[in-house]
């Protein structure tokens, strides 16, 4: 559906409208194959400047160090096309150029004063909550979306979608009965929603409701493990819900089925995995082999340091959990030295820091390791991920800390999770340090 307060379109070409329709789609459902969709758009009308933007920015979203190249490609072949193109489209060439620079913060307010005056650009919506995401910012997350909501028809059959942003935003703002239920909603109005199916995972991982966040995922298997971009990263949350059991057989089943080798083929699938082992092997369980292989499959993480922190650190975690401590320092300097613009900063408050904690961590040095990672807690927000990811932080500490830091540890993690299996598991660790200490 078009409106007034959608935004001008550059192209007269049906079917590269159409095509582009289906592409922004893909981009907010995370099913199928986006690029096809981009590069049929292109194919329609190799004039409209905007149809190369929007895969750039896709690409970008990707956090891909190794596909930078091509969106850069993608925006230098845009350029010429977009002398003559509408204002708010040449407002996207921006938008891209600052994303792609590494100035995510504002690349997020370029596309926010595009969405003033079109409040339905998807595009601009899109890219603006994945950089919201990867840049910590939970109150624009929220925010953000909660702008533009109003203005979205709920007949639209694109509006579950943007509902489903808003539901993650509103967990990620601790808003949990908010969040499940705008989640529930746009799932009501059209059950193939991924990033709703998440938000909810989210709240139930937060409120330690895991038998009901593992009946949640497998009874809307369908609707988020087949052909889809998140998959995952969800099997990842159904693993999470296991460990919260302290099943870690399970954890590590699902690890090997749906995460572990050629499953994930970029950092944000390969994070995922090295979260899942750290996690696991955090309870004592034995990963065996799996940390080799992980830290065999993912490209090249020295290579590509620099470009996030965020998935630095996880890079990180493969190598120290596969015993390659001179990788792992490597991969530490080349971060240090090659991080720029917003990720300088992100690297050098959450991510540097970071990594020594975890490094320390993995090679005995439990004092040294809780000093580094203790005062991270009230800042890690600033390098991304959402809270349940950065619970990895905390959890590290857990397993590191003296008893007094411990037993303070637990009582925060008690409000959120009082009952939990994992709750129990470390207030007997943290309480057989406390009976040894004494
Ligand atoms: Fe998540």
Redesign the pocket.
Known sequence: MHGRRDPPCGTSCSVARANHERALWHFVSFYGDPMAAFDATIAADPGWGLARVIKAVFILTLTEPGMVPQARQLLVEAEPLMAGAPLHEQAHLGAARAALAGRWREACARWDTMLLDHPRDLLALSAAHLFDFYRGDARSLRARVARVLPEWPVEDPLQPYVLGMHAFGLEECNLYPQAEAAGREALARDPRGPWAI?AVA?VMEMQGRHAEGAAWLQERRTYWAVDNGLAI?LWW?QALFRLETLDTAAALALFDAHIAGSASTVNLQWLDGAALLWRAQLLEADVGTRWQALAGDWADPVAHAGHYAFNDVHAMLALLGSGELARAQALLSACTERANADNEEMTREVGAPLMRGLMAFAQGDAAQACRLLYPLRTVAHHFGG?H??RDLIDQTLLAAADTALGHALLNERRLAKPVTPLTAYWAVRIGSRRAAAH
């Open positions: 998440h989210h990263h949350h959402s349940a990811q």
